[in-house]
Structure formats: structure tokens, C-alpha cells
């Protein structure tokens, strides 16, 4: 039920339509504690319109509202503040999360629309590092999200497939390369390469010119520089899986930036068409002084595309391709301005669903406050961070839990998931620090420590045995009274959470929850065999429930036993 549309109804009449239903509903808060009430509605906003202090028509209006619906309504200063029936209230909550289960929230606010999703991005024959996780945990929880108000997301791997980087490897191999190296361990020894030439071409800048026409012979279709390519897209795409398997991450397609080579000549071709491509010392720009930018370079002097290029060709493609009603790009705040470029560039060729394109920035994350980079050498590689992670899990389950039967599986669970949450809890703006000892302790505001509460959930239900109805239960504990609450703000949470893309409102939520959940355990003795016996385990599944479907929208499994 919508409590704060009881409380808007209930006080329309007594302001003697002062405001509108809808502006009250607005204008209601949320006291600090439970002790303050429920719900408040400050009275300041109609001082001026009323010629009276807010706290007289705090007491008048009180005076006149009927109560029979409440606990009570009382004046707190300029606040009329209403406790609910919390009986009613528990009963409403607890009916509609069993009722529904994992679909608690859902909403059909999206109407199954395309919703393109531009996210993880590695690029080839360079390992998928720590830098790599963020994109991708955030893209793929984003979906969940988007799929449970009624959106059909599609998470497109847009690969780094193209680029001077590969005239740079193939230079780097064909110097040092041995192709028995690379078939043993390929990211490996081509990262070695890579690294190796940026050290060189200090000295021997002649290197870089050598890795230029290695580029121009692939887009030529030059053969060789052909099968070198695509051997290397090859053995790169076998060792991202096994990261993609790891965090249980799957993709609708992975379409790179080599899907857009023949598709970038249109591009060019409707610039020119519409006027809009200036040359700039040899170079082709489009100005966009309208939308206060610095103007956009879209073909070097020698004639070569660029990324903004292949953007342009992926923004069309996916209007055509979609008909989107959102175009996502999850990808790191660093080119927020660059996307703006596209964006601007787009509607100005005429391409109007631009105007739902959204780039989705994220900060930076460093392990030990060090940035990570490919070029210096300096890599944290994903795979072996997850794997220490699952190690790490094992060796605490195995001291804390050394009977549990599925010991390997669990370790998965909360090991990978202890780096996935860790990362979605921080709003994705910001720059996060990486520990991997801080990521998996038990208690705190982490992954480990929500998944062990609704471990705990379960735990009391299996020893309970008692088969639970979807409605009627009576749960007046006081100590219930705020995890009750919490779990009616779940649908709401899911919204702020879509509305935002922002994983991290969900994940704070389930900490919270679990904290009052564990505080509610402490004080009440969930299993006594009494006339409340079922109203309580109606809680603790009701928890389970919500802590289960939170974990699912950030990619985070719930393990049955820890």
C-alpha cells in the first residue's frame, strides 16, 4: 500500500485544499527515527499563503484529521507526524513480498523498450585488469535493474579491436614475437610486446612509423597483418571469457570497433552532405560553438578516421538497428566531455534519438592508491584478483565452517561476490581504493557480511519447518518495526536505482537492511513457539526474499549456507 498517499488523503481535507493531493504527497518526509512517527508533513510551505506561524496550523490541523486510519497523529513543532497501524502496515508489506517473491518490485515502466548498453570494452590482446571491473560490474547490474522496470536491455562488449595499437603489436611482434610463446600463454607475451615497444620507440622513434603502416596495410586487408589480427582477437576473446564466467557476466552481442569499418563511410559522407565538415589545417572538423564545445576532429590530414568516427557509426547503427529507448555508454568519467562531442555531433546530422543517449560515468578504481596501466607495465590482472578473492573466501569458510559440503562452490559465490559489491557500494562517481582483505570481512558494510545475514534468514527457516501463507499474518514487535519498513522501501529503492543508473543505491540498501534485520535478531527470540511464531518467520522470509532479489540486481549470488 502507499502509505504516503494515505497521509496525503487524509490531510487534503483538513487544509481545506491549501495544496493538492499530489503537491502534500510531495511535500511528505520521513522523521529521523521511528520514535519521531512514520511519516511527516511540515507545515512551513503554508505560513505565508495562511498568515500563521507553522506550529498553529500544525496543532489545528491535527485537530481536524481523523485518526481511525493511524496509531496516532500528533504535532511535533511545525511537523504533524503520523505513526501507521503497524499491525496493518506489517501485514501489507510482509503479504505483498510473499505474494510476489523475487518479482517484489517489479514495475512495467519500460514496456520491453531497447535499451543498448555499452559496457566492459576490453581491448584486444591486452589482459582484462582491475580497470576492467567497473564498467562491467556497473553495466551488467544497470541491465538487471533496467530489466526489472520493464526495459530490454541489450549489453553490447564493444570491443577494442581497431586502432594504431594493433600496428604497434604487429610491429612488436614480427620483431620479438615467437608464435609458439604466444599459443602457450597469448595475453601474456603479447602484453609483453606491447610493453616492450613503448619502451623502445624513446630511442627508436622510427618504431612508431613502422607501426603506422602496419595499421594502414590492415585497413587495406593487407593478409598478413589480417590473420595476425584476427589470431589475436581470437586468443584474447578465449581468456576475457574466462573473467566473463567468473562474475557470471553474459553479453548480447560484441560488436568492436571493427564492426563499424564499413559503416564509417556514411558517416562521412552525411557530414559532408549536410554541410557540416570543415577542413582545420588539413584535418576534417565539425564545429559545435552551439552547444559550447571545442569543435570535433573526425578525419586526421591524412585521411584517417578516429574513434569519435566509429561512435557516430555505432549511435546510427543502434537507432536502426533498436529503435532504442535508451542509448548507454558505461564508460569512465574521463570522457565525459568527448561524449558530449558525439552526442552534439549526432543531432546535428539530423539524428534525433541522440537525444537519448547517456553516458554513464564511473571513477577511477587503484589497488595500493596506484593507477593501472597497460603501457607502464603496471597490471593488476582481473582473473587473479578474483581468484585470490574465491582462495581467500575458501580459507575463511574452511576455519569458520569446515563441514560445509559445497565448500568450493560457496567460495565462488562470496569471494567473487565480495569484489563486485565492494565496487557497486561506492557511488560510481567516485575514485575507490581496492583491498582485498577490507573487501571480504564478514562484518561491515560489505558483500560477505550481507549474504551471511540472509544466510542467517534461512538458517532460522529451515529450523523452523513451518510451511508460511502469502497474507494474514500479525506482527505488532516494536523491534520489527524498522526492517518492516526498510523492506516496503525496496520497490522505490529499485526506481531511484534505474532512474540514477546507480547500482550503489541499491547496494547501501541491502547493508541496511540486513543491519536491522541482524539488530531485530538480536533482541527477539525469532523461534518461540507462539501465536506470533508464524507473523516473525513471515519477516524473516520476507527478508531472505529482498536481500536474495538486491544481491541478483548487483550481480552478487546468495549463497543457501556459509
Sequence with gaps: MDYKQQVADALTAPLDGTLTTEKIKDLIETPKTSKMGDLAFPTFTLAKSMHRAPNDIAAEVVEKIDQSQFEKVVQAGPYINFFLDKS??????????????????DYDE????NVPIDMSSPNIAKPMSMGHLRSTVIGNSIANLLTKRGYHPIKDNHLGDWGTQFGKLITAYKKWGNEADVRKDPITNLVAYYVKFHKEDVEHPELDDEAREWFKKLEDGDEEANRLWKWFSEVSLKEFQKVYDLLGVKFDMYNGEAFYNDKMQEVIDILKDKNLLIESRGAEIVNLDEYNLNPALILKSDGATLYITRDLATGIYREREFHFAQNLYVVGSEQTYYFKQVKAVLLKM????????EHIPFGLITVNGKKLSTRSGRIVLLEEVLNDSIALAKKQIESKNPDLKNKDEVARQVGVGAVVFD??????????????????KFEGDTGPY???TNVRAKSLLNKAGVTLNTEGYTLTDPNAWDTIKLLDDFPQIVKEANDKHEPSVVAKYTIHLAQAFNKYYGNTKILTKDDALEGRLALVKSVSVVLTEGLRLLGVQAPDEM
Design 88 to 105: 496493518a502496515y506489517a501485514n501489507d508489506v510482509m503479504s505483498a513480498i510473499l505474494s510476489q517473491g523475487s518479482h517484489y518490485g
Design 110 to 113: 519500460g514496456h520491453g523498450g
Design 350 to 357: 539530423g539524428f534525433k534519438s541522440a537525444e537519448r543517449m
Design 423 to 440: 565496487d557497486l557500494k561506492n557511488e560510481r562517481i567516485l575514485n575507490i581504493d581496492f583491498n582485498l582483505e577490507e573487501v571480504l
Design 450 to 452: 550481507v549474504q551471511y
